[in-house]
Nanobody, 116 residues
Framework: QVQLVESGGGLVQPGGSLRLSCAAS????????MGWYRQAPGKQRELVAD???????YYADSVKGRFTISRDNAKNTVYLQMNSLKPEDTAVYYC??????????WGQGTQVTVSS
C-alpha cells in the first residue's frame, strides 16, 4: 500500500504563496495520475488540480492561473505551487490518485489558512 505524506501548509496573508509537497512511499506512484484535493470546513472534498504520468494537467476554475501542479517521479513527489492566495483557499489539502484511479489511503493532509 502506498502511503502519502503532505507538507508545506501554513498561515499566509491574502496574496501570499505556499508550496505544498506530497511524498509517496513507493516508486509505483510514478505511473498514476495524481491530484491535489482540498476540504474546507463544512464542505465536501474537491479536486483542485491533477497531473497524469505524461504531464497532462487539469485545474479547477477557482485556481486556474494561480496554482501550478508538478511532479518529480524520481522523488515520488507531487507539488502544488499556490500563488495569489485568497481566504477562500483556506482548507486542508490532500494529495491522492486522480482521473478514476482507485485512491490510496488518504494521508493527514496539510492545513492552509489564508487570513490577514
Amino acid at each position: 500500500q502506498v502511503q502519502l505524506v503532505e507538507s508545506g501548509g501554513g498561515l499566509v496573508q491574502p496574496g501570499g504563496s505556499l508550496r505544498l509537497s506530497c511524498a509517496a512511499s513507493r516508486s509505483i506512484f510514478s505511473i498514476y495520475a495524481m491530484g491535489w484535493y482540498r476540504q474546507a470546513p463544512g464542505k465536501q472534498r474537491e479536486l483542485v488540480a491533477d497531473i497524469t504520468s505524461m504531464g497532462s494537467i487539469y485545474y479547477a476554475d477557482s485556481v486556474k492561473g494561480r496554482f501550478t501542479i508538478s511532479r518529480d517521479n524520481a522523488k515520488n513527489t507531487v507539488y502544488l505551487q499556490m500563488n495569489s492566495l485568497k481566504p477562500e483557499d483556506t482548507a486542508v489539502y490532500y494529495c491522492n490518485t486522480a482521473r478514476g484511479v482507485r485512491p490510496f489511503v488518504w494521508g493527514q493532509g496539510t492545513q492552509v489558512t489564508v487570513s490577514s
